[in-house]
């Protein structure tokens, strides 16, 4: 489908809860996952660019983060405040839902297209647009938002298609013993001393920080965790070097860019170390 930056035409109506539907277990060998959508192609954390990761097939699994409002709200952002991705300023923290009803997006001047303007969408309109539709993956910032993500998970039969993701063991172990798929991701220093083979039981999907050393990535792999991915991956190069390393999917900036670019032979390389 041909589909002009900015112009995405909504979704069709989301399945029913509790429906059939994508499931983490029927994802692909390889996977391409759209961090934050895609955020050098469309806007991050917003309905427009996700319907657009979406609708153009780029993408196995969509990423959004999650933070929560003062009233309790859980809505689709990334940083602590309001300063950088919108036309207000602020902690999201200290907004209630109405009040977060009046920002607007204000896109990156750089991305390719044209964005009409928009309001931040909460979980809630995520879950209700694309569960059931597509797997995602949420990254909850606020780990006090865990107990009220589950409920909104399971009420709309969502427990096998969406990956709860964190930073810290603590909260996947928790996520895990509501029923919920997890994901733990590691930074470079992180991934230096982890021993993720000691996680196995608990966490469904570990992702790396692709620039972390060969052994490191490796030792990831190997570990026994079902699903092994690297973020944030922004070029062909940095995708094809973690696939070799065993990897089984990539977050990325760019699923577009990656779509169009055949992946590489796996053997080892002079950037593999």
């Given at each position: 489908?041909?589909?002009?930056p900015?112009?995405?035409p909504?979704?069709a109506?989301?399945?029913?809860?509790?429906?059939?539907?994508p499931?983490?277990?029927?994802?692909?060998?390889t996977?391409?996952?759209a961090?934050?959508?895609?955020?050098?192609?469309?806007p991050?954390?917003?309905?427009?660019?996700?319907?657009a990761a979406y609708?153009?097939r780029?993408?196995d699994?969509?990423?959004?983060?999650v933070?929560t409002?003062?009233?309790?709200?859980l809505?689709?952002?990334?940083?602590?405040t309001?300063?950088?991705?919108?036309?207000?300023?602020?902690?999201?923290?200290?907004?209630t839902?109405?009040q977060?009803?009046?920002v607007?997006?204000?896109?990156?001047g750089?991305?390719?297209?044209?964005?009409?303007?928009?309001?931040?969408?909460?979980?809630?309109?995520?879950?209700?647009r694309?569960?059931?539709?597509?797997?995602?993956?949420?990254?909850l910032?606020?780990?006090?938002?865990?107990?009220?993500?589950a409920?909104?998970?399971?009420?709309?039969?969502?427990?096998?298609?969406v990956?709860?993701?964190?930073n810290e063991?603590?909260?996947?172990?928790?996520?895990h013993r509501?029923?919920?798929?997890?994901?733990?991701?590691?930074?470079?220093?992180?991934?230096r001393?982890d021993?993720?083979?000691?996680w196995?039981?608990?966490?469904?999907?570990l992702?790396?920080d692709?620039r972390?050393?060969a052994?490191?990535?490796r030792?990831?792999?190997?570990s026994g965790?079902?699903?092994?991915w690297?973020h944030?991956?922004?070029?062909?190069?940095?995708?094809?070097?973690?696939?070799?390393?065993?990897?089984?999917?990539?977050?990325?900036?760019?699923?577009?860019?990656?779509?169009?670019?055949?992946?590489r032979?796996?053997?080892g390389?002079?950037?593999?170390?």
């Amino acid at each position: 489908m041909a589909l002009t930056p900015g112009c995405a035409p909504a979704p069709a109506p989301v399945r029913a809860r509790g429906s059939e539907g994508p499931r983490a277990a029927g994802l692909p060998g390889t996977v391409h996952a759209a961090h934050r959508g895609g955020a050098l192609e469309v806007p991050e954390n917003s309905m427009a660019g996700l319907t657009a990761a979406y609708r153009r097939r780029s993408a196995d699994v969509l990423d959004v983060d999650v933070r929560t409002l003062r009233d309790g709200t859980l809505v689709a952002m990334h940083d602590r405040t309001l300063d950088r991705t919108t036309d207000h300023k602020g902690p999201v923290s200290a907004l209630t839902l109405r009040q977060w009803r009046r920002v607007r997006l204000r896109p990156d001047g750089g991305l390719p297209g044209t964005w009409p303007p928009e309001h931040p969408p909460t979980a809630a309109d995520v879950l209700d647009r694309f569960g059931g539709r597509i797997v995602l993956n949420v990254e909850l910032k606020d780990s006090g938002g865990l107990k009220r993500l589950a409920g909104m998970i399971r009420k709309r039969g969502l427990t096998r298609s969406v990956y709860v993701q964190t930073n810290e063991l603590s909260p996947a172990e928790r996520a895990h013993r509501m029923g919920l798929l997890t994901s733990v991701w590691r930074s470079v220093k992180q991934a230096r001393t982890d021993r993720p083979e000691k996680w196995r039981d608990v966490v469904d999907m570990l992702s790396v920080d692709h620039r972390a050393r060969a052994t490191d990535i490796r030792r990831a792999v190997a570990s026994g965790i079902p699903r092994v991915w690297a973020h944030t991956v922004r070029t062909p190069a940095e995708r094809d070097r973690v696939l070799r390393l065993g990897c089984d999917g990539v977050m990325t900036d760019a699923p577009g860019l990656l779509a169009r670019t055949p992946q590489r032979d796996r053997t080892g390389g002079a950037g593999d170390r």
